[in-house]
């Protein structure tokens, strides 16, 4: 059976995408990650390349240490109006709300928030009819004018439409101005198993909305589809007038009911046009060639600047994370005493494959730190070093053990992470993959000291929104992190 693939693997949920001439830019949800919303670029829709986060000063993006692990950052719409890229988002902390940031340049700099205190809930979209009248919709669905430079709210919230009858979490409103009429897309039926995406239109932005007879218009529930829990997408037209969706799925692997690890991923696929104006989805789209994120990853450290696709827990302050203070290493301070706490001290990068391996040259001789492979406080595994024994951690729930132990040499040691097919693929009770944690000998040998069942790491188990991440941490003291590496391995 052919693959079928992400056009943005790994932890990569809630797309929203937007051209411009000839290049498209995508973003993507973040949770309890800094910096925040992963912005894309393109030239085909198939292969996108990191280029920054929108989300990247400490005044844009804040995120409160008792803040829940799938908090945070929720759901952008990112739009190009009257010379300027928009972003409307949804910080989920305590107190937060949605806002407005906006750019002339989509890598940067973008403005500091304009808080939207009239709009409620969450999954805001934008789009201005042909008055100038700046539409925000939202889940529920509803929606409210407002002045986007200001974020004055311009009317009364009304609602449009929500779904299908008895269908739950009408969300992921998406506006447009399509031919002769006005389309509404929404998500339903919640992100798991029963996601879909649905369709209404109607004369103006604020309808009356007819739903469209073959609704949903796409969905994998109940099928047998590699590429699960559909939904959440964007439409967009590309330069040559074909239409295309992007939407969130998920890639369950194992046995019975199934786990997925990367979290929710960025999938593709064409939109054509009935002769009655309905759009129709075809099958997905998958990159026929390697992509940026199948290339190995390699990190020395020797840039002021860490490469966008770093993320750390909730925020990252120069004191506990810096490429300065060693040159040519990565430097971090902790702040708790493990990778249990709301503030751990971590750095690290989506897991983009079902199969991968990642190491680290790890300087523990003042503290304790290492690799972790991490979904949240109460689910990662992870390898450490005190500059004199390896040691391999897992925390799953309320559980948290010491699983083994090596003696390794004084000095800085090569800890690594892989992961790989589960060993009794068919057997109904197999979890997705394993996860083996070890230390690499000088011949460049992986020694496993621990190989631990991956269904643990899964969203399945730990519940949430996010996916896998791996890098350094330091749990204790100071780690100096000389290179990391992280490649794709078949299987």
């Not at 799938?70 to 300027?84: E, I, N």
């Not at 999954?123 to 925000?136: F, I, M, N, V, Y």
């Amino acid at each position: 059976m052919v693959s079928v693939l992400p056009v943005v693997p790994g932890f990569h949920p809630d797309p929203s995408v937007c051209r411009v001439n000839d290049d498209y830019y995508l973003v993507c949800s973040s949770f309890e990650y800094f910096p925040g919303i992963p912005l894309f670029h393109s030239r085909d829709l198939l292969h996108w390349t990191q280029i920054g986060n929108v989300l990247d000063r400490p005044e844009q993006l804040r995120l409160p240490v008792d803040m829940t692990s799938s908090g945070g950052v929720y759901a952008p719409t990112l739009r190009h109006h009257d010379g300027r890229f928009w972003l409307i988002v949804t910080n989920c902390a305590e107190g937060a709300g949605n806002f407005i940031v906006t750019a002339a340049d989509p890598t940067g700099p973008w403005s500091a928030p304009t808080w939207l205190p009239g709009i409620p809930g969450i999954d805001p979209d934008l789009a201005w009819d042909e008055d100038g009248t700046c539409w925000c919709t939202f889940a529920g669905v509803g929606q409210i004018p407002i002045d986007p430079y200001t974020g004055r709210v311009l009317g009364e919230q009304r609602g449009l439409w929500s779904g299908a009858p008895g269908a739950r979490a009408p969300e992921a409103p998406h506006l447009y101005h399509i031919g002769d009429h006005w389309y509404l897309l929404i998500a339903e039926g919640g992100t798991e198993r029963g996601h879909g995406i649905s369709i209404a239109r109607g004369p103006g932005p604020t309808g009356p909305f007819e739903p469209c007879p073959d609704n949903p218009i796409l969905t994998h529930r109940g099928t047998d589809h590699p590429v699960q829990n559909t939904g959440h997408g964007d439409l967009v037209q590309a330069a040559d007038g074909s239409w295309w969706l992007v939407f969130l799925g998920v890639r369950p692997h194992g046995g019975t009911p199934g786990w997925h690890v990367m979290g929710r991923e960025t999938f593709l696929a064409p939109v054509t046009w009935t002769e009655d104006g309905w759009p129709t989805v075809g099958d997905i789209v998958s990159p026929a060639d390697a992509t940026a994120a199948d290339a190995p990853f390699r990190d020395d450290f020797d840039l002021p600047e860490l490469h966008p696709s770093w993320i750390s827990v909730r925020d990252r302050s120069t004191e506990h994370c810096s490429t300065k203070e060693r040159s040519g290493s990565l430097t971090l301070r902790a702040r708790g005493s493990s990778l249990d706490e709301p503030d751990a001290v971590f750095i690290g990068r989506r897991q983009q494959h079902p199969a991968c391996h990642a190491s680290a040259l790890v300087d523990a001789g003042q503290g304790v730190g290492g690799l972790a492979v991490r979904l949240d406080e109460q689910h990662h595994y992870g390898i450490e070093t005190d500059g004199t024994q390896a040691r391999v951690i897992s925390r799953v729930g309320s559980v948290r053990a010491v699983v083994a132990t090596l003696p390794v040499p004084a000095g800085p040691t090569v800890l690594g992470v892989r992961v790989s097919g589960p060993p009794a693929p068919h057997d109904p009770r197999t979890g997705p993959d394993v996860v083996s944690l070890g230390v690499e000998r000088p011949d460049g040998a992986f020694s496993v000291l621990a190989t631990l069942d991956g269904r643990y790491l899964s969203t399945e188990v730990a519940g949430g929104f996010t996916g896998r991440v791996i890098g350094p941490y330091a749990a204790r003291g100071t780690v100096h992190v000389d290179w990391f590496g992280y490649e794709p391995l078949p299987g």
